[in-house]
């Protein structure tokens, strides 16, 4: 069931592909059995046929010296073997099982197997084959072939005197057999050659099998690819994209079934334009939807920015916390000393004291003067976006009164590097303000101690149809973006922090506030690197709000570990 559930997964051309590469390759591991086979019987039957051959030679030629038992004329008989590679052993026995003669060596005990051979050629039935295989696993052919003699049969009438003058006296010959020769003939050779054969044949199967399958791929893609191309228009139809055709020109059935789908699209895109007709008709209930979520954006924001004021109140305390002390022990110290000293006593050199004192009160109050105002200004409610000429560079620094007590909490170092020759832009500080806090704020949680965060300005000047722009960086060197969250990090409650940490509105909400003041938000990251925000602010503000109802979130725009 799991083979015919994967068969049925695979795709159309793997389908053609497959089972005949299959049959392709069975085909040829059969036939290249089969050739092989015969050609390894045909090199042993060669052999065997010129053993035979050397064998009787040397039965005929070594008469004389079995008789005579001599074994100079039976050793130069056997010298001649010497010439061949395939013959180990050579013997030459007389009728009392006597060596006479022998070339080689050879060891009768350490044959492990031994089976009679049948001749497979019509012979004259003389000489005996055995297979041989030795206890080292050597595999040889042992061959037996008689030395035959024949001698003429003395009878009363050829011993007379007659015998030699007579012609029609016959002479009978008989034939004795008086000796036998043994050959032992090795099959390494032999086997050498049919492996090099096998291998040969396997190699000439691979490229044949590799040729037939590209071939067969190539054929197999010229017949899927017009299906594949309608695959995916199809697909591309099922997710509502009508203008898509296929463009097949082609006049089998697959042509043929490409111009009814042309036809099926053409029927489904005019019905869809009648739909879309009739849906114009919610054009009112529409724009009422979109004015209730406009409202709801703006309390968002809001949302967001008490959040933020949340986030803040531990430093802003301690901003506040610091002069207040300092104002409370210099007007404890100025009161104690007046209650002491009587006023026809007082010397000038205390009230230089007295007014330094005082000095240093008035500071520290205007300190707490501008916190505050700050944090209200910051905090306070509008509905309408009141756009008004700012100093981005105020908007900024009046920032970083709030956070930089929690980077100095986190053992986070603030650089700044502000550019003095900003123009001002057409902007809602409290708005900008919030911005520039959520994306601080993200830098420090992303960010490791002993580590730094940047904040720099540049104003980029007019050229051509371009009014100029202001352009700020927030670059941490926090644990980087993932890049499967590229495109999620600027929707609303995508977040990465761990729960209770983060709403995942913050981003969502900055990118809402930029795109209303004409701007643009980007982001470049690297994991485990940095992270960078750039936001770009023109210097003239648009003369219409962008409508971002219909407007996708751009596909570069990601952030990851720092929402």
Not at 21 to 30: G, Q, T
Not at 111 to 116: H, I, L, P, W
Not at 303 to 324: C, D, F, R, T, W
Not at 547 to 556: A, I, M, Q, V
Request: aromatic letters at 6%.
């Amino acid at each position: 069931m799991n083979l015919l559930r994967t068969i049925k997964s695979c795709s159309l051309r793997t389908k053609f592909v497959l089972p005949v590469s299959a049959m392709l390759i069975l085909s040829s591991l059969v036939i290249s059995g089969y050739l092989t086979k015969r050609q390894a019987d045909s090199i042993r039957q060669e052999l065997r046929a010129s053993g035979e051959t050397m064998i009787r030679i040397i039965a005929k030629n070594a008469e004389s010296g079995v008789l005579f038992e001599s074994k100079y004329e039976l050793d130069e008989l056997l010298a001649i073997l010497s010439r061949f590679d395939a013959v180990t052993y050579g013997a030459i026995i007389n009728k009392e099982g006597t060596v006479l003669s022998r070339f080689g060596y050879w060891d009768e005990k350490a044959t492990k197997v031994k089976r009679f051979l049948p001749h497979v050629e019509p012979t004259d039935g003389l000489c005996q084959e055995f297979f041989i295989e030795s206890s080292s696993g050597e595999e040889f052919i042992e061959m037996n072939y008689p030395i035959l003699s024949r001698k003429e049969k003395l009878t009363r009438e050829n011993l007379g005197l007659t015998g030699g003058l007579e012609g029609s006296v016959t002479h009978e010959k008989v034939t004795e057999e008086i000796g036998s020769i043994k050959l032992i003939l090795s099959l390494a050779k032999v086997n050498e050659s049919i492996a090099e054969a096998r291998d040969t044949a396997t190699l000439l199967m691979l490229v044949v099998l590799v040729l037939a399958i590209v071939i067969l791929t190539f054929f197999v893609r010229v017949v899927t690819k017009p299906i594949k191309m309608l695959v995916e228009v199809t697909d591309q139809v099922s997710h509502g994209d009508l203008n898509q055709r296929v463009d097949i020109k082609q006049h089998d059935e697959i042509g043929h079934l490409a111009n009814t789908f042309n036809k099926m699209i053409e029927s489904l895109k005019q019905s869809r334009d009648e739909i879309e007709e009739y849906n114009r008709t919610l054009e009112e209930r529409i724009v009422a939807r979109t004015r209730e979520l406009e409202q709801a954006q703006e309390q968002l924001i809001q949302s967001e920015k008490m959040g933020a004021i949340g986030q803040l109140a531990a430093g802003v305390a301690h901003e506040l916390n610091n002069p207040l002390g300092g104002i409370l022990g210099y007007a404890q110290f100025t009161l104690e000393k007046m209650k002491k000293s009587l006023p026809d006593k007082i010397t000038s050199k205390d009230i230089d004291k007295y007014i330094r004192y005082l000095t240093d009160i008035e500071t520290q109050v205007r300190r707490c003067k501008s916190i505050v105002q700050n944090l209200l200004r910051f905090s306070r409610a509008s509905h309408i976006a009141e756009f008004e000429e700012i100093d981005v560079n105020k908007v900024i620094e009046d920032t970083i009164t709030f956070v930089e007590h929690q980077l100095h909490m986190n053992q986070i170092e603030l650089r700044v590097a502000l550019d003095p020759n900003l123009p001002p832009i057409q902007g809602n500080a409290g708005q900008l303000q919030q911005v520039f806090t959520n994306l601080i704020i993200n830098a420090m949680h992303a960010s490791a101690a002993e580590s730094e965060i940047k904040i720099i300005s540049r104003y980029s000047p007019p050229m051509g149809e371009f009014d100029g722009a202001v352009e700020l960086w927030f670059i941490d060197q926090g644990i980087g973006i993932a890049p499967e969250n590229i495109k999620k990090v600027f929707e609303p409650f995508f977040t990465t922090k761990e729960v209770g940490k983060g709403t995942g509105l913050g981003l969502s909400v900055s990118y809402g506030i930029i795109k209303s003041h004409g701007g643009e938000i980007r982001v470049d990251s690297t994991v485990d690197e940095r992270t960078t925000f750039t936001v770009i602010l023109p210097v003239q503000k648009p003369s219409q709000k962008p409508d971002n109802r219909n407007e996708k979130l751009p596909g570069e725009l990601s952030r990851s570990s720092n929402v």
